[in-house]
Every structure is written in C-alpha cells, then in structure tokens.
C-alpha cells in the first residue's frame, strides 16, 4: 500500500517540506480547537454570568496549552515519519490519519456543546456511562432531546472543510517532479537528507512533541485539568480545559484494571476510622462489631416503636434552587410549597451525586457516592447487601412496592432492589392505557403517581405495614410531555425553559397524588418522605462543585410530625441521612450500618454534614458542615468557601478560616473509610441478633 501511494505522489518527499506540512497541520488543530472552545462559549453564553472579560480571555490562553496536548498527540505519526523517505512520502495515508483524529475532535467538540448545557462539566465518564446503558432508550432521548441532525450536518460540512485544508496543504508542501521517486532511486534528491540528517530532524522533533504532549515545562506530572482552575469564574475554568483530552482521560480511568478513580489512603487507617465514627455515632448509638465493621451500631430512638408505613417519594432534577418555599420565584413548585406547610422541611438538604442512579442507593440503600464507584448499582461490589431500608424493613416484615415511569433494566434497578429485598416492581409495562407515554422513557408522572395510589390502596387493605418507593421521570431529557398541559409552561428562563416546564408538571402531579393519597385510611398512619434524586445548574455556578445541582429539597410529612420537630429545620443533611431518619421516626431499637444520620436525634449545637460527589469518574469530592463548604480536588490543594443558598445564594472564598483542617481530615476520614468498607464487603447490617446468636 505504501509503495502505491508513493508512485501515485509523484513526489520526492524532503525534510523541509513534510516539517512545514506537519507544523501546518498543527496550527490547523489548534484553530479547529480555538473555534470549538468559542462556540462552546456562545452556545453556553447564559453561563457566563457576572464572569469578567479577563477571565474568559485566560480561559483561552489556557485551554490553547491543553490543545496543544492533543494536537501533539495527533501529530506522532508525522513525527515518526521522519525515519522514513516512504513514510514522508505516504501523504495520502498521513492526509487521512490527521482528517479522522480532527474529525474525531470535532465530533466531541459539537456534542459538548449540549453536553457542558446539561451537567456543566466537559466530557467525562458520563459519556462511556450512557454507551453502557440500554441503547434503544439512549438514541430515543439523543434524537428527541438534542439537534442531531443539525450537529450531524455541521460536522458533515466540518469534517470537508477540514479534508479539503489538509489536502491543500500537502499540495503546497510538496516538491513536484517529473518523476515519482522510487526505493532504487541514487543517491536521494536533493533535500531528502541521509538517515543522520534524518535522525537529527528526529530527535529535535521528539523532543519538542514530548514537550508539547506534556504541557508544561515544569517537572512531575504533565498538564493537569486543575491547571485551568486559575480564574474565580466556574464557567471560565471549566471553558479552559480541552473535551477530547478530559475524555481521554476518564477512558483511561474507567477502563484501567487498577481502578484508578479509586480514591487512595490520604491516612493512617485507625485514624481515618476513628474519625469516622466520631463524625456517625451519636449519643443514641452503641457501636458493635467493632472489629469487622467501620460503623455498624444499634441504634435506640426516642419515639415509640411502631409500624407505620413509609412511602418514599424521590423527585427526578427536583432542584432547590427552582423550589419557591426556598426562595425562588416564578411559581415552579407551587403544590410542593403547599404540601411543605403541612411537614417537616430541610432546608440545606444535598443529593450524594448529581446521577439518579447516585441518588436512588444514596437514599435507599444509605451508602455514599464514592470516587470509583458512582454506578455502584452496576458493579460487582452493588451485588453486597446493604444497610438500607428494603433490609431494615423487610427485617420487621413490611410488604413493599416499587412505582417507576420507566424501564427498570435502567442502571440495573430491578437487579440492585430486588437484591437488597424489595420484591414488587410496577414499570413502563404494566401501565394499561396510559395518559401518555413517550418513547423515550415511559409514561408521564400523572399516570405513575395514578398508578402508586391504586397500589398504596391495594397494601394497606392487606392489614399488614408497607413501604413503598414511587420514582418520577418526567422532569428528564427530553422532557416529553403530555399534549394537553395541565401546567402553564414555563418561559423568561432561555435554555431552560423546556426543564422548568417539566418540573412544574411533576409538581402538579405530586400535589394530584396526594390530594387522593389524602382520602385513604392509610393517609394518617404513613410518614411520607419527599426528596428530590438531585437539582441541576442554573446560570450560576456556585462553587467550582456547582452546589445548585447537589441541593434538594427534602421534606417529612406524618402526623404530629410538626408538632413535635417544627415546621423547619437548617440543619445540613444528605440522602445518606433518609433511612436513619425513616428508622428514628418509626422507633424502638434498630441494628444497621448506615452512612448518615438520624438528623431529628442532634443536638441543637451540631450544624449536620453532608458528604458529596459529582458524576464523571473523577476524585473530586467535598464536605457540607453548616455554612461552610470545603471541596477536594483530586491533584489540587481544597478550597474553603462560606455558601448562602435561596434566592440570593452566593459563596466566598474562607482561606482565612480556621476550621479547614479539620473538615479536610473529616471528608478524607469518611470516604476512605467508606470507601474501606465497599471493597472489605463489611459495609452491610450483619447478621440479626437472633441468627447471630443461631450461628454461634
């Protein structure tokens, strides 16, 4: 193939020539990669906020150092051609190589631009999590929830221009001859240059692509995506970094054999796991099974043992932020604002992670979001038992049922719940005659919520308790909703105006659910338990861990609920704090190993934590304690910020603070220990007392 494509250049290839096309070529990748942070810019351009012009323009300057990481990387076969007159002379090959990396690029460059819209990160993880997941269900929402064929046009037309520049290039940096040089051709051409010239050119090349690839001139470690957090600006740091490399990167992370996202030991064992437990135990905990588990304890609450039955509503992107009881305007929440005056509501409550999936065993199986394993649900260590509440209460014989709009093949929930004890799942399947249904997902929320009320009535005719989980979906890409809104839809929000309207119908159908859910006996004898999975960004990013995507609203009503706790609690919480909660509100005595705590058992002086995480693959995680937010890049120093959140939510910068020690070693105590016990297998409840003592 090669000695064709020699004959058919009709060439002799030369040093100078193939160093100009190469250098040519470079500077059209970084162009390609400048156009693309641009539009990236424009597209997002709502994000900009109060960001100052200054910081953009860094952005700029440092995104070029991490482009020219790539473009280096692309450029190596050119680099290596040099060793050989044939290899210089196979334009055409070469032609081809830097059309399909750059249209490669280019694909990832359009598909972040709604990408970097919807979870205000650069490519990552997330990418490879979706491949992983049904394909049917991720085209369905692909084609009706983005412009596929507008970016496929675009990339189409990207991808010729981008031929036809690399093909003029070679035409101008080719010496032309009347005749094609050949292996038996002596001595070479003019400007070929012996094997030593060759070697030389080499060597300097090497060197400057090796320097290049890595980024930075300093020692250690190449170029890392913390470079580029050098502005105040979330949108400016995050505009800085280069799509294809952070991709890159989260496919060498994810696919590694030695689990490289894992989070590593920051300290010694028996410290981090004193710690811990300093941070978990309470006054009404008694720590047992010390020596093979980090916090498993049986827990004495101060209610009165009962068997209420629980039902667990978990809203999907129900987003504190867009809440009107907490502060937000546009009347988004008006049913949920109304059903707040009647419990308990938490006001500085933070999902675990940014993923239903994060939320669902965050709030279910009480277990965090830990670097490495934030599909948990999927992976071999999601096949452990634990400490939950399908186990807590299964245990006290509770029947149970599971209502979802959707499939729930879906990050493996029939596998995880069904495994943890839950044993009735109502999906997309058993609806019959639905009010709508999409392709994408299933049917709406208004038939799902329909549905729970009809099967929360079928439980409680039983006589027996019963929890239940009813899960929204309407309030998802690509927020298919029904023709005849029974909302007014939502506008003066841009970009997200589709999302609002979305969530203003599930709220709708929240208050329909339990306006009848309000009619049956069973009303007065349930603690309902309403929590959103996880919020999602606004136009300002708060923090570099955009906060508003963590906090959610969580809300407890049963009665004489108030009565007892008040109407409103400030103190931080996450979803890991759901089932101690659950379990303190139902009473008596109860042995588990959950990562929370039961925030109605504090004393007044303690502010509550929240550990948390977002989706991507990446290290970085943070700790929530009163009003103070430290995060922990991986590879960088923390950041201390003082946060308000509500309807003038804003964050500083705390340096000066005191306290950052000690909460650095509490977050990097908690997931180490944690993370500990995921791989130990000892995260689970044990043993009950009665087979332990069977056992012996």
């Known amino acids: 193939m090669l000695r064709q494509n020699l004959h058919s250049s009709s060439f002799h290839p030369v040093i100078r020539g193939h160093l100009i096309f190469t250098l040519c070529s470079g500077i059209v990748l970084l162009t390609m990669f400048c156009l693309l942070r641009l539009a990236l810019l424009i597209y997002n351009r709502e994000l900009i906020g109060a960001s100052p012009v200054s910081d953009l323009i860094e952005a700029f300057f440092n995104g070029a150092r991490f482009d020219l990481r790539v473009?280096?990387?692309?450029?190596?076969?050119?680099?290596?051609?040099?060793f050989s007159t044939r290899a210089m002379a196979a334009r055409g090959i070469l032609r081809t190589w830097l059309t399909v990396i750059a249209g490669f690029s280019l694909f990832l460059g359009i598909i972040e631009l709604d990408f970097y819209r919807e979870f205000h990160q650069r490519l990552n993880n997330l990418v490879f999590q979706y491949i992983s997941e049904d394909p049917k269900t991720v085209m369905s929402m692909l084609w009706h929830g983005f412009p596929v064929l507008r970016f496929l046009l675009v990339w189409a037309v990207g991808v010729w221009i981008l031929h036809g520049v690399f093909k003029a290039l070679d035409r101008v940096t080719r010496p032309v001859t009347d005749s094609p040089y050949s292996k038996d051709s002596i001595p070479p051409p003019p400007g070929m240059g012996g094997w030593y010239l060759r070697g030389i050119v080499f060597l300097a090349c090497a060197v400057l692509t090796l320097l290049a690839a890595r980024g930075t001139l300093?020692?250690?470690?190449?170029?890392?995506?913390?470079?580029?957090?050098?502005?105040?600006?979330?949108?400016?740091?995050?505009?800085?970094?280069?799509?294809?490399?952070?991709?890159?990167?989260?496919?060498?992370?994810?696919?590694?054999?030695?689990?490289?996202?894992?989070?590593?030991n920051a300290l010694p064992t028996e410290q981090a796991l004193e710690t811990t437990r300093a941070m978990l135990l309470t006054a009404n905990d008694r720590l047992v099974d010390p020596?093979?588990?980090?916090?498993?304890?049986?827990?004495?609450?101060?209610v009165k043992a009962s068997s209420r039955n629980v039902v667990v509503i978990l809203l999907e992107s129900f987003a504190g932020h867009y809440a009107g009881?907490?502060?937000?305007?546009?009347?988004?929440?008006?049913?949920f604002d109304a059903l707040s005056s009647e419990g308990l509501l938490f006001t500085r409550f933070f999902s675990n992670g940014t993923h239903t999936h994060q939320g669902m065993f965050a709030t279910m199986a009480c277990f965090p979001n830990l670097p490495g394993f934030e599909y948990l649900m999927q992976m071999p260590e999601g096949g452990y038992k634990f400490s939950g509440l399908p186990q807590l209460l299964s245990a006290r014989r509770y029947k149970d049922v599971y209502v979802y709009n959707g499939d729930f093949a879906w990050d493996n929930q029939s596998g995880f719940f069904g495994n943890q004890g839950m044993t009735t799942f109502i999906g997309r399947n058993d609806y019959k005659d639905p009010v709508f249904s999409d392709p994408t997902w299933g049917v709406s929320d208004q038939d799902m919520f329909s549905r729970a009320n009809e099967e929360l009535d079928k439980l409680a005719e039983t006589g027996q308790p019963f929890y239940a989980l009813l899960q929204t979906l309407s309030n998802h890409t690509p927020y298919a909703l029904p023709k005849n809104l029974p909302v007014e839809r939502v506008t003066g929000y841009g970009s997200l105006n589709e999302h609002l309207?979305?969530?203003?119908?599930?709220?709708?159908?929240?208050?329909?659910?339990?306006?009848?859910?309000?009619?049956?006996?069973?009303?007065?004898?349930?603690?309902?338990?309403?929590?959103?999975?996880?919020?999602?960004?606004?136009?300002?990013?708060?923090?570099?861990?955009?906060?508003?995507?963590?906090?959610?609203?969580?809300?407890?009503?049963?009665?004489?609920?108030?009565?007892?706790?008040?109407?409103?609690?400030?103190?931080?919480?996450?979803?890991?704090?759901?089932?101690?909660?659950?379990?303190?509100?139902?009473?008596?005595?109860?042995?588990?190993?959950?990562?929370?705590?039961?925030l109605l058992s504090l004393p007044e002086s303690d502010a509550g934590f929240a550990v948390i995480k977002p989706s991507g693959g990446d290290q970085?995680?943070?700790?929530?304690?009163?009003?103070?937010?430290?995060?922990?890049?991986?590879?960088r120093d923390p950041r201390i910020y003082d946060y308000q959140l509500g309807s003038r939510s804003q964050a500083r910068r705390a340096d000066d603070s005191t306290d950052q020690a000690e909460l650095l070693k509490k977050l990097e105590s908690f997931v180490q220990t944690a993370t500990r016990s995921l791989l130990t297998n000892t995260a689970g409840v044990g043993l009950p007392k009665t087979a332990e003592k069977t056992h012996k």
């Open 325 to 335: 009881v907490l502060g937000a305007s546009g009347g988004i929440t008006p049913h």
């Open 620 to 635: 970085n995680v943070a700790i929530i304690s009163g009003s103070r937010i430290l995060i922990k890049p991986k590879d």
């Open 71 to 82: 473009a280096a990387y692309a450029l190596i076969p050119l680099t290596l051609a040099l």
């Open 501 to 598: 309207t979305a969530m203003r119908y599930s709220d709708w159908a929240l208050g329909q659910f339990f306006e009848k859910a309000k009619k049956s006996a069973y009303y007065k004898d349930t603690l309902f338990v309403v929590v959103g999975d996880h919020g999602f960004g606004s136009n300002e990013q708060l923090t570099e861990m955009d906060l508003h995507r963590f906090n959610v609203p969580l809300l407890l009503i049963a009665q004489g609920i108030q009565g007892k706790y008040g109407r409103i609690k400030t103190t931080v919480g996450s979803q890991v704090d759901v089932v101690p909660t659950i379990m303190g509100l139902l009473g008596g005595e109860v042995r588990h190993q959950c990562w929370g705590r039961d």
């Open 291 to 302: 020596d093979k588990a980090a916090v498993r304890r049986d827990f004495t609450s101060s």
């Open 218 to 264: 300093r020692q250690g470690p190449p170029l890392r995506w913390g470079d580029a957090f050098t502005t105040e600006s979330m949108f400016a740091n995050q505009l800085g970094l280069n799509g294809t490399l952070t991709l890159m990167q989260a496919a060498k992370a994810r696919f590694s054999k030695n689990r490289a996202n894992v989070w590593k």
